[in-house]
């Protein structure tokens, strides 16, 4: 639910020419999943893969921190996120996110 609620903030046109894979390593689950971003949409699959991702966070249960969208290394490493391979990743990542309006109205009179 967490990779769907990181998914919806991807800036499409923004993201068309991006392609980037993450992997997510669970330490204490001991659950792998792999995020790839293509063609202006982030998708995510626990099956296992043959290519090695651009880059791979190392956690616990800290993910929530992606969400929050303090992206960065040194933001992840605080929030007890080990990041390794192509840090820019991240950035490129970052830089296609758009959180939208939180006070878009869901209902009007």
């Known amino acids: 639910m967490l990779f769907d609620a990181l998914a919806i ?3 499409g046109p ?17 659950q792998h999943y792999r995020l790839r971003l293509a063609n202006g949409v982030l998708t995510y699959t626990p099956a296992p ?3 090695t ?9 800290q993910l929530p921190a992606l969400a929050l ?3 960065t290394p040194q933001g ?3 929030a007890g996120i080990q ?3 192509d840090t820019a990743v991240l950035d490129r990542l970052a830089a296609v996110l758009d959180p939208g309006d939180p006070n878009f109205a869901l209902v009007t009179p």
């Open 76 to 78: 992840l490493a605080e």
């Open 9 to 11: 903030q991807i800036n």
């Open 69 to 71: 969208g303090d992206l």
């Open 14 to 30: 923004e993201a068309s020419d991006e392609t980037l894979t993450i992997d997510v390593v669970l330490t204490d689950t001991g």
């Open 53 to 61: 991702a651009d880059a791979t966070l190392t956690t616990t249960r």
């Open 49 to 51: 893969q043959q290519d």
């Open 83 to 85: 990041v390794d391979g």
